[in-house]
């Protein structure tokens, strides 16, 4: 079980801006955040305040202008790009909006992606057995084990968002972000994945999620609101 009074993630005066036109508009402007191992965090705000930009930054998506994540005591952006891609491959989990599943692709094939990224050629022809039953295992714990043949274009939104929360689940990540994970999602689709949440959350997975929903950010153990750039 998590120990809850250990940091797993911190920010520092985190900084973004982005050129729009001729100008420069700062989106965050000192942010500053502590995240404890097995907790579930909802970060609110309204569209534009920064709330995607700050995930993408804490999944390394994005590098900050300014300022330090600091994730399991090392600084990230200090680290070769070698090692900040296996930290994002293995050690955080994303869940999107708007899913971005390979339609090509089927339910399994998608959720496999994670662990066929970090394999060798060699690695993949030896380990493939036990990475699809680790795919099976987790497509089965979301409730898609009667859909794992099937491609994104034949499921339903909930079933999308689903199958991407196999996906950012199947490394076992140490930190899950979830960025409006049920915002193209009709209620009771909504539902079943905030239920799916809460169930990791409560087996000991770290979850940040971002929302402007205050029903959806009900669920986490904390609260904390996003406004002009900075943490209030």
């Not at 998506?61 to 330090?68: A, C, I, M, S, W």
């Amino acid at each position: 079980m998590a120990h809850k009074n250990e940091t797993i993630l911190s920010v520092r005066n985190l900084q973004k801006s982005y050129s729009v036109g001729r100008t420069r508009q700062q989106v965050l402007r000192g942010v500053n955040l502590r995240i404890r191992r097995g907790e579930f965090v909802a970060i609110m705000g309204a569209s534009g305040s920064g709330k995607s930009t700050l995930l993408h930054i804490l999944g390394l998506l994005d590098r900050p202008d300014k300022g330090e994540v600091i994730f399991e005591g090392h600084n990230v952006y200090e680290q070769k790009q070698t090692v900040q891609d296996r930290i994002r491959n293995r050690d955080i989990g994303f869940v999107f909006q708007f899913y971005h599943l390979l339609p090509e692709l089927n339910t399994e094939e998608n959720v496999l992606l994670p662990l066929m990224v970090e394999s060798s050629v060699l690695r993949w022809l030896r380990h493939r057995k036990k990475a699809r039953q680790q795919a099976r295992d987790i497509i089965e714990a979301v409730g898609l084990k009667n859909q794992s043949r099937q491609r994104p274009a034949t499921l339903s939104g909930g079933e999308r968002q689903r199958t991407a929360l196999a996906r950012a689940l199947v490394q076992k990540p140490k930190l899950l972000l979830a960025d409006e994970p049920t915002g193209n999602l009709d209620s009771a689709a909504g539902k079943v994945i905030l239920e799916l949440l809460g169930q990791r959350n409560r087996s000991g997975q770290t979850i940040v999620m971002v929302t402007h929903d205050i029903m959806v950010a009900e669920l986490a153990d904390r609260k904390l609101q996003l406004k002009d750039g900075l943490i209030i």
